[in-house]
């Protein structure tokens, strides 16, 4: 057997080396956060030192192995392409074992690389990490009091009739529970863990130094980027009156939309590490009193009883984050399968629930703006105008693969956006991404602005609810059409402008958006064409299932009656005979 093909213990040599770096992050954060109320003594120092301590060794594990596993292999080989395939996974494994131990910071990092669904995020890690989305052990409730009396007050247990000490879900950086206000309304409380402000602070310390270690153990696969992405994103979530805005901001975006909802803040019991909002009936609370297993917005079989269309909820979601990116400009980052519920009411039969706005972008005018007209461009495959907008947001050579990463076909294809691409296509499309260096996607995504990065994460999270309801990633392709050009026909805020400049540029748009709106019906015409085709050969194939069935038991018939005609004859003439 390979080398490689055993799995990889890590050198004990090492074990000391990486304490040491451990030590000498601890130190690090230690010494450039004097003013921390914690000492080398206290328990959170000596926790977060053996935090960074089990990374670090993780990391150096993953990074000797694929030094070990790769040496002496030759690239794009059949046996090459097998090895970094295992090593991927069983070092997506490690990290895995790694957020599940170190749990809050980590947990939340492993579910932002697992939405990353891009290049330079294999998909063995996407796939291994995703297993974290909406999973935590509980803290203590005895830890949960101590919060909720420091956030609402020494008497907060007057604020409610009743609170249940067990919470129905645990996430990464905090809890939630039930519980029911002196006025009889449902609530749920949102507490967040204790201590892990400090501890968020020792783990992106942890984080920095690590990508910053990896760059040097291999200088073609640069991390930063996603270090510094993911620390922006989860500052701003442990900040409750932050999301609680977001909240408010979003259902205003969506006031019009019944089939988006959201739950009501309530503001004279929140506070920056606890956040009260109305209690949703969603789903999960009706799989409790039907007795059924807990569901989410990916549980077919509780869609099933309930008669809701997969496909709808499917329709609804990427209608939801499409007029998020191209209309409001303002985007839910998170919309993992904890974070939608699905509640059988409303007047198609079924609303969404959004929850958790913890991680909330607002993208910049210009951007949304651009990335309007990348749609349109998109749409019409317009490879000039592509280029042009890949150079406005900054990502020069790299602009040919923007039609990969969003409707996964080339920027030379002339097929229309809603028919699949052929096998010719995606051979070439194969091809043209392995000549691509390690050190080519790190520049890509380095030259990405943040707004971007968000909406790239978003997509990857949809991409993913869609596959899980078992509907088609066309869905998704029509509804960003059809919402981009929606996204450009809004008027543009400029007090400064003419109003011959602002006639002009209405007309000029209108004429924009009847073009697009001829060609996306026409889209939409293929679509359901397609459709009935796929009906009209799935009714036609199961008539020859019948068709056939029906053939063999006639064929089968027909040998019976012939045999036993026969048996009879030959057994009359025996009768004659004797």
Known sequence: MSPWRQMFKFPRKYLIAVAGFGGATAVMFQTRNPSSPNSPTDFPFINGLVRSSRALFTITSNAVDYTYSLHGLTQNTEDYLWAVTE?????????????????????????????????????????????????????????????????????????????????????????????VLRDNKEVV??????????????????????????????????FEWLVSEFKKSITFELDFIEEAKNLEQMSENFKSNSMIRFPQVYWGFTTRNVLTMEFCKGFKKWAINKKLSSSQVDDLNLMKQTGISPSKVSKALADAVSEMIFVHGFLHGDLHPGNVLVCPDGRNGFSLVLLDFGICKKLDEAFRLNFCQLWEALILNDSNKIQQLGDNFGIGKYSRYLPVIFTGR?????????????????????????????EDISSFFESLPNEFLTV???????????????????????????????????????????????????????????HMRLLFAMLELMSWMGNIQQASAERFNRFLSSARYALTLTRRGLHICCAHAFTWEFASKIVLFI
């Not at 409380?189 to 310390?205: H, I, N, S, T």
């Not at 080339?410 to 000549?435: C, H, P, W, Y």
């Open 87 to 179: 090593v991927h996974l069983r070092s997506a494994k490690r990290i895995l074992r790694l957020c599940e131990a170190n749990k809050g910071v980590y947990v939340k990092a492993g579910q932002f690389a697992a939405a990353m669904r891009v290049k330079q995020v294999p998909k063995e890690y996407s796939s291994t990490l995703s297993s974290l989305q909406d999973q935590a052990v509980p803290c203590p409730f005895e830890s949960i009091k101590e919060v909720l009396s420091n956030s609402l007050g020494p008497n907060s247990s007057e604020i409610f009739l009743s609170f249940d000490e067990q919470p129905f879900a645990a996430a990464s950086v905090a809890q939630v529970h039930h519980a």
């Open 189 to 222: 409380v949102k507490v967040q863990y204790p201590g892990l402000e400090y501890q968020m602070k020792f783990d992106l310390a942890t984080m920095s130094f690590i990508s910053k270690f990896a760059s040097w153990f291999f200088p073609e696969c640069r």
């Open 410 to 438: 080339t920027i030379e294809s002339k097929s229309a956006l809603s028919r699949g691409m052929s096998v010719e296509k995606k051979q070439s499309l194969n091809k043209d991404l392995k000549s691509l260096r390690i």
């Open 456 to 514: 790239l994460r978003a997509d990857g999270l949809l991409r993913s609810l869609i596959i899980k309801l078992g509907a088609s990633q066309r869905q998704r392709l029509l509804s960003y059409a059809k919402y981009a050009l929606h996204g450009l026909s809004l008027k543009p805020n400029s007090g400064s402008e003419s109003a011959i400049g602002a006639v002009y540029f209405r007309f000029q748009i209108g004429i924009r958006y009847i």
